[in-house]
């Protein structure tokens, strides 16, 4: 079955640019949407974008300036980047599949903890 | 922005009992809502969408209901590993998908 798998580092220094790749096995990476989420330890979800396999896009308004995400479907991964990063985004960042119907979050990778921090 | 507000925040209650948490939204969302399951130290598990919509594989002792402001995700016979936090999600407006603060769930 699909499985989405985060990676990238766990260290970020303030004013730096947040970088992580999820790649998708089990399955194509074409025709669905795809996600980033983020959870600040003990806190609630924060939906951060998604991008669709052909490389559209839809932000997060109040993180619309500093991210990027971008889909690469040779090697079945699509990223995230966050700019100008500070503590505010240490975060548990998830990869996630979205099904377009209702735009549900139906399949989540593990999540990876990033922590700025110089 | 659509606010979404759960309540309660948190609740006890025992294995078999039925539980009930409330999703508000700040304007209508038609059945743009969906629940989503987190146990401690894992990822979010879609349980249901389009407010009543059970996402397959999810035990049928969770069920949504509701339309427009007010949802409602009931467990009917709370188990043991229903212990988690509870999140809705609502869709209606695509660049603003946005979340509610949570429900913990706690067994006595």
């Known amino acids: 079955q699909v499985q989405l798998q985060e990676s990238g580092p766990g260290l970020v220094k303030p004013s730096e640019t947040l970088s992580l790749t999820c790649t998708v096995s089990?399955?194509?990476?074409?025709?669905?949407?795809w996600s980033w989420i983020r959870q600040i330890p003990g806190k609630g979800l924060e939906w951060i974008g998604f991008?669709?396999?052909?490389?559209?896009?839809n932000y997060n308004p109040s993180l619309k300036s500093r991210v990027t995400i971008s889909v690469d479907t040779s090697k079945n991964q699509f990223s995230l980047e966050l700019s100008s990063v500070t503590a505010a985004d240490t975060a548990v960042y998830y990869c996630?599949?979205?099904?377009?119907?209702?735009?549900?979050?139906?399949?989540w990778g593990r999540g990876t903890l990033v922590t700025v921090s110089s | 922005d659509i606010q979404m507000t759960q309540s309660p925040s948190s609740l006890s209650a025992s294995v078999g009992d039925r539980v009930t948490i409330t999703c508000r939204a700040s304007?209508?969302?038609?059945?743009?809502l969906n629940w989503y399951q987190q146990e401690p130290g894992k990822a979010p598990k879609l349980l249901i969408y389009?407010?009543?919509s059970l996402q397959s594989g999810v035990p049928s002792r969770f069920s949504g209901s509701g339309s427009g402001t007010d949802f409602t995700l009931t467990i009917s016979g709370l188990q043991a590993e229903d212990s988690a936090t509870y999140y809705c999600?609502?869709?209606?407006?695509?660049?603003?998908?946005?979340f509610g603060g949570g429900t913990k769930v706690e067994i006595k």
């Open positions: 996630s599949k979205v099904t377009s119907g209702y735009w549900q979050f139906d399949l």
């Open positions: 089990g399955g194509s990476i074409s025709r669905y949407y």
């Open positions: 991008i669709y396999y052909s490389g559209s896009t």
């Open positions: 304007q209508s969302i038609n059945k743009y």
């Open positions: 389009a407010a009543s």
């Open positions: 999600q609502q869709s209606y407006i695509t660049p603003r998908l946005s």
